[in-house]
């Protein structure tokens, strides 16, 4: 299957499913991506289970989400757009006055036309999200004696799991490189829709390879926590781990960026900068910092583990971030297969 075939097939599978932490979107995920790769193993760490100085999150699920005007139109509506609910919101059903429904809507001025990604993982609140331009047609057409009525249809089960997929590809060393990819943002292409395809293609070639040197360890994790819950889980493997990559934010119409490992002088770092040097592609280079994704749990203190990721559009620097604009319109089929041959290249 062509990387081209395997985005079509994402955007019709994956891309409107309402991933999380945990819930049945990430489930489902997860699933997808088994039929294509069977030898993918999906496994469960139970809610409340303390990992480190964290414990992962009650289950969340959601069926439907709306706000109802006095005219009896669905002014908000989850179905139209999964991104318009506050990831993790509690369920709710109440009729509230302007103010009160106002106080939990969330957009951005900056970006009128946008739908802002929210999420509450760890505090019992619930919210909506709008673009501001809808914001602004609500309150000028809408009295302050106005109600509506507002209803979250989700559950949160304190008996639920975390999910996540593993895939183990020996070669002749037991020797690994720990490549990873994160699954629970839904409904934004390049966050990280584009980094879910090229590391489930990446795994396709590298089980390709024959007599292959090294042994992989691929894992399709939940954002920070999922880390944390395999860290903890697979504590003595990790710590064997000397190097790896963590693989998001690969499709975007801009240039190629890359993050470098926590060791400045670590060959991981020199070998992609060679790479990009016998390309003839330019490349931005920024620094390690905790401020970014899954690399500042892998190369956290008791594990060390260096970690680099190679971008195209790196996450925060670009405006459509988080946003209903990280869209199957922003993500081509032909930049994600310039960011895989790049990590073809690497492996």
């Known amino acids: 299957m062509t990387i081209k075939k395997y985005y079509n097939l994402a955007k019709k599978k994956l891309f409107f499913l309402n991933r999380s932490l945990t819930g049945a979107g990430t489930k489902k995920t997860l699933n997808i991506i088994q039929k294509e790769f069977p030898k993918l193993r999906i496994k469960r760490m139970r809610s409340k289970t303390k990992v480190f100085d ?5 289950e969340w699920n959601i069926k439907d989400a709306y706000v109802i005007d006095k005219y009896k139109n669905k002014i908000i509506d989850f179905k139209k757009n999964n991104l ?14 302007k103010k009160e429904l106002f106080k939990n809507l969330h957009f951005l001025t900056k970006q009128p036309n946008a739908i802002p990604y929210i999420t509450s993982y760890y505090k019992k609140r619930w919210g909506f999200c709008i673009s501001y331009n809808k914001f602004k047609i609500f309150n000028k057409k809408y009295s302050s004696k106005d109600k509506f009525k507002v209803v979250i249809n989700s559950s949160l089960n304190k008996k639920g799991s975390l999910n996540y997929g593993e895939l183990i590809l020996k070669g002749k060393s037991k020797k690994e490189i720990l490549i990873s990819t994160y699954i629970c943002h839904p409904s934004m292409a390049n966050d990280n829709l584009s980094g879910i395809i090229l590391t489930a293609y990446l795994a396709k070639f590298i089980n390709s390879i024959k007599n292959r040197y090294w042994s992989y360890r691929i894992v ?5 926590i999922g880390a944390l819950a395999y860290l903890n889980k697979n504590e003595s493997k990790m710590k064997k781990i000397n190097f790896g990559l963590n693989i998001c934010n690969v499709g975007g119409k801009g240039k190629f960026s890359y993050k470098k490992s926590f060791q400045n002088n670590h060959f991981l770092n020199d070998l992609i900068k060679e790479i990009f040097k016998n390309e003839k592609i330019n490349l931005k280079e920024y620094p390690f910092d905790i401020n ?5 749990q892998y190369s956290s203190q008791f594990f060390k583990i260096n970690i680099c990721s190679i971008f195209k559009d790196k996450y925060y620097d670009f405006k459509e971030y988080h946003t209903s604009k990280d869209n199957l319109k922003f993500v081509k089929a032909i930049n994600i297969f310039k960011s895989l041959s790049i990590y073809q290249k690497l492996i």
């Open 54 to 58: 964290w414990k992962i999150p009650e």
């Open 84 to 97: 318009h609910i506050v990831g993790y919101s509690i369920p709710i059903k109440k009729i509230l006055l």
């Open 292 to 296: 970014g994704s899954d690399e500042r």
């Open 220 to 224: 399709f994790i939940p954002e920070t």
